[in-house]
């Protein structure tokens, strides 16, 4: 099998590799985090520094689902943009044993412009998740609070560097692991790399990939969820972990875990799977 060029679907050249990874990003990630949205809210109220019971429990498990569904798309289409795009552009100075660099460079580069538009979504996602503010306070009205009160860089973009920090190893681990499952499923299973096959190498690699960095989600979460004057004192990643890691344990650090894996799993699965069935149905309509 010739390198990755079968692994995801009918290769793509030109100016199509723009326009349909940012099509199929956005529609996988639009499907996943809609699906999933109340997993997601679960494993943010565990890591809630309020508890999990105060954060609002099972109740009002979609909240903070609006603000997610208008961000997940333009968010996915943009980091599989970069993505494809770096790596299209990397593996042809690249020998065949060098992939997995790529990938790992192209994953990262991906993740920080993904943030850019994925912390203030994040932002108004998790308060309203832990009923931080009140019921009827609209996405708009929270993000023009944060900047109002605690300005850009501490209100907006709170969390950018712990979110880099976790989303930027996290993507160090799956990509490259999507990408050498991909690889080796034919040679392995005797099958067709197929969609659903796609979506099984996502759904491993994901959830090796959340169990692994559990403890950075939790350092996020608790300085998204601070207000300013509370995050002042809270110090950096480090730090935070540490003072977990006193009040309740190991199991303070890895809180979240089950919902985090089970989240991602599900989700890697639904999210590679349409990915790939989106761009393989972009290919056949663009070669009628």
């Known amino acids: 099998m010739e390198l990755e060029e079968a692994t995801i679907a009918p290769p793509l050249g030109g100016k199509t590799i723009y326009w349909s990874s940012l099509i199929a990003g956005g529609v996988a990630g639009l499907v996943v985090d809609v699906v999933l949205f109340p997993i997601d809210t679960i494993k943010t109220r565990l890591q809630s520094e309020r508890g999990f019971v105060a954060s609002g429990g099972f109740r009002g498990v979609y909240k903070g689902l609006a603000p997610t569904a208008a961000g997940s798309a333009p968010t996915s289409a943009l980091f599989f943009c970069t993505y494809e795009s770096m790596k299209s552009h990397l593996r042809q100075y690249a020998a065949h044993d060098q992939l997995p660099y790529v990938h790992m460079m192209s994953a990262a580069v991906a993740e920080v412009v993904a943030c850019l538009i994925r912390v203030p979504i994040e932002i108004v996602k998790q308060r309203r ?4 503010h009140k019921a009827n306070a609209s996405s708009l009205e929270i993000l023009y609070g944060a900047l ?11 969390g950018f560097g712990t979110t880099v920090m976790r989303d930027v190893p996290f993507s160090l681990i799956q990509f490259p692991l999507w990408e050498y499952f991909k690889l080796h499923w034919t040679d392995t299973t005797g099958t067709a ?3 659903l096959s796609v979506a099984i190498c996502g759904a491993i690699s994901g959830g090796i ?9 939790v350092a996020k979460t608790r300085i998204m969820l601070a207000e300013q004057l509370e995050s002042n004192r809270m110090g950096g990643m480090g730090r935070i972990l540490r003072n977990i890691y006193r009040e309740r344990g190991i199991r ?8 985090r894996v089970t989240w ?15 761009l393989r149905f972009l290919k056949a309509n663009e070669n009628r």
């Open 129 to 132: 998740q832990a009923l931080l």
């Open 148 to 158: 109002k009160k605690e300005g850009i860089r501490k209100g907006l973009y709170r």
């Open 193 to 195: 790399l197929t969609p």
């Open 209 to 217: 990939a959340a169990g692994l960095t559990t403890p950075l989600d």
């Open 252 to 259: 303070g650090v890895f809180a979240g875990f089950v919902p």
């Open 264 to 278: 991602i799993t599900l989700g890697g699965a639904i999210f590679f799977g349409m990915y790939d069935l989106t």
